[in-house]
């Protein structure tokens, strides 16, 4: 189990066509109840939650204000996390500010949100690519501002200099068709990635949002899914099984695991996650607020 921490943010830099946030209401709390926030993470911590989350409805990153006064409470809990995760697109991690050294009178380059993730003891960047073989394709699909746009291979290059762990987290689109699953493991491998992971697309007729539109007409078939599967079964290793029953293999030194329920709406007897909202208060699910702990 892992707890969620939901960094809030106004809106999102991004426009992201299936973001499953603009599916339900998520209010930007600006208020910082810095007591409030310590006592569900002692929460956590009295649950032996050794994995914490930073993510949001918008790129974490937007608000480092936030991320400051967390930085606080961390430090004041001695860093109760051990593993420390962000989930992002990638976007802002690679934003530089050059100055001149002081005592050296020399140019130098600082990369003020490395800095950040640093202090916060993050280790492992997750990050959410919708076309893993085409850079152009994955940010016109994710909607990344012309301005913000790297190149997959660049910024994990980037990253796995400063020690941080890359997880491809690979939304399973239509441009996954026809790709054969060894070809997705070798390009994943060779970009530098640590691990990856398989997150299937769904959507639900019930509902009419465009979100649920645009997945429906864009989501890889189910032939996609169960070659990527077969292929994980046959040739990797399985190493662990998580709580909720999703098992993780090693696969041409990759850790592997393909996520089904990425909300954890049918796995419900299995509590897979906590989430500390904007509020400041915690839930068991993201879209529903009956599920309310304290």
């Known amino acids: 189990m892992n707890i969620q921490l939901v960094v809030p943010t ?24 810095a007591i409030e926030i310590e006592k569900r993470i002692k929460e956590a911590m009295i649950r032996g939650i050794g994995t914490c989350v ?15 006064k967390l930085y606080v409470i961390f430090e004041k809990l001695d860093h109760p996390f051990p593993n420390m995760e962000i989930q992002t697109t990638g976007v802002m991690l690679m934003h530089s500010k050059s100055y001149i050294n002081s005592k050296t009178g020399l140019e130098e380059i600082d990369y003020p949100f490395i800095t950040i ?22 940010a016109s699909i994710i909607g990344i501002p012309q301005k913000l746009r790297f190149k997959l291979s660049e910024l994990i290059s980037f990253l796995k200099n400063r020690n941080f762990n890359v997880r491809l987290s690979l939304n399973m689109l ?34 009419q949002y465009v979100q649920n539109e645009w997945i429906r007409d864009n989501m890889c078939s189910e032939k996609t899914i169960n070659d990527i599967k077969d292929f994980v079964f046959e040739w990797g290793r399985h190493i662990y099984t998580l709580e909720f029953g999703a098992k993780v293999y090693s696969l041409y030194g990759l850790s592997t695991v393909i996520v089904d329920d990425c909300m954890a709406v049918t796995n419900t007897d ?6 500390l909202r904007e509020n400041g208060k915690l839930y068991c699910h ?7 702990i304290f």
């Open 54 to 68: 930073l993510t949001g409805t918008g790129e974490v990153l937007q608000n480092t204000t936030f991320l400051a």
């Open 174 to 207: 239509n441009n996954l068709d026809g790709r054969a699953p060894e070809e997705i493991f070798k390009y994943a491998k060779s970009l530098g990635a640590d691990q990856i992971s398989f997150k299937r697309m769904y959507y639900n007729d019930e509902f």
């Open 117 to 138: 993730l640093k202090q916060l003891r993050v280790n492992t960047i997750s990050l959410s690519i919708s076309d893993l073989f085409d850079d152009d394709n994955n």
């Open 270 to 275: 299995t509590q897979r996650y906590i989430i």
């Open 10 to 33: 106004k809106g999102c830099v991004n426009n992201c066509p299936f973001c499953c946030s603009k599916m339900h209401e998520s209010p930007y709390e600006t208020r910082f109840d």
């Open 286 to 292: 993201w879209d529903d607020e009956g599920s309310l």
